[in-house]
């Protein structure tokens, strides 16, 4: 099976996860990883599935001012933040809603969020979930969230958990692959 992670990140928490879930999905599948920047319809073309994640911001996916602000925040010396070579560009709110982006036939989606309760917080993985399946893609797992500390750095064992979750979810979706469409239920 191909598998393309395609990710948005800002100051560099949503890229570990996105490493660590194709560093799971490696075990038994070809995995390319992009940033959202980057990717283009071609690196799409033959996969089998595209996990798609990004930063939660404002109780969703980004947003050109949202990425600006982020931009600010890096030039301000008591965030101690750096940003990332490719942000802010383009985010995976503009990509996953533009006409030329073909998904995968399955999906999975992930973000990163403030480590606090997920009401409070919002998902941007659930706005890219709800988003890949209005393009018809079929989703593989529930969208998954992992959460950032206030000293802007991942949880203890997100990364961990990012790995677990990409040999899950690839194990699940060549499940998926090899079972006829008219038995399969959605998760």
């Known amino acids: 099976m191909k598998a393309v992670v395609v990710y ?33 319809p071609a690196d799409l073309e033959f996969a089998d599935l595209v996990v798609v994640g990004g930063p939660t911001h404002v109780h969703g996916m980004s947003r050109a ?14 965030k101690h933040v750096t940003l990332e070579p490719d942000a802010p560009g383009l985010g995976i709110r503009e990509w996953i809603a533009d006409p030329a982006t073909v998904l995968a036939p399955l999906f999975a989606a992930f973000s ?7 009401i409070l917080s919002g998902s941007a993985a659930a706005q890219i979930d709800r988003s890949a399946r209005h393009r ?12 950032v500390t206030k000293s802007d750095q991942l949880r203890d064992d997100d990364l961990i958990l990012a790995r677990t979750w990409g040999i899950i979810i690839g194990k699940e979706a060549s ?13």
């Open 175 to 187: 499940q998926l692959l090899v079972t006829p469409a008219s038995t399969q239920t959605e998760p």
């Open 65 to 78: 001012s949202s990425r600006a602000e982020a931009v600010k925040w890096a030039d301000d010396p008591l």
């Open 136 to 147: 018809a893609s079929r989703r593989v797992s529930a969208p998954q969230n992992f959460a």
């Open 112 to 118: 990163t969020h403030a480590d606090v309760l997920t």
């Open 8 to 40: 948005e990140s800002m100051f560099g928490n949503t890229r570990q996860i996105a490493d660590a879930i194709a560093d799971g999905l490696a075990d038994a599948n070809e995995v390319t990883v992009f940033n959202v920047n980057r990717v283009t």
